[in-house]
């Protein structure tokens, strides 16, 4: 396991089982469009698309976010450079500060959090769902009017 260091903390200290469950225990809705699930992950498959929304916990950097991933099976691969085309658009329709995105992971978002809190878990799990459904509906508005 890779452990990155944040202070006097580790991710491997971070409890993310414990985070994951809560999140799928507060988001029943989430299992219906599963494509992947990892320690640091939760993909929402858009399979019209070939596209994953990557929902991650980053406890060392101490942030969660939302951008689009990787996944083989579903054909989501090349998603960032197929996107690059709608980019601009699909930012336009999110409204994203600068400060709300991580540099290199393509159309992303992310919120500055303290993920070893565990009061603060609730408020992750929700605010993962909410943007990445703001995601969903971006693509789906812009890439909806894209189709023939």
């Known amino acids: ?3 990155f ?3 006097d903390r580790r991710a491997s200290e971070f409890r993310q089982r414990g985070f994951w469950a809560l999140f799928a225990e507060r988001h029943p809705e989430e299992r219906a469009t599963l494509a992947r699930r990892g320690p640091w992950f939760w993909q929402r498959g858009m399979p019209d698309f070939a ?3 990557s929902m991650y916990v980053a406890p060392a950097q101490n942030h969660v976010g939302v951008f689009f991933g990787r996944n083989e099976k579903l054909g989501a691969t090349e998603s960032w450079s197929r996107l690059r085309p709608f980019q601009p658009v699909i930012e336009t329709r999110l409204k994203l500060k600068p400060e709300q995105s991580c540099e290199g992971l393509g159309i ?3 919120w500055r959090v303290n993920c070893y809190a565990e009061d603060n878990w609730p408020a992750m799990a929700d605010w ?3 943007e990445c459904s703001r995601f969903e509906e971006a693509v789906l508005a812009v ?3 894209a189709r023939p």
């Open 51 to 53: 596209l994953v929304l």
């Open 128 to 130: 993962l769902v909410t």
């Open 143 to 145: 890439l909806g009017e």
């Open 5 to 7: 260091d944040f202070g």
């Open 1 to 3: 396991m890779n452990e």
């Open 108 to 110: 992303n978002s992310m």
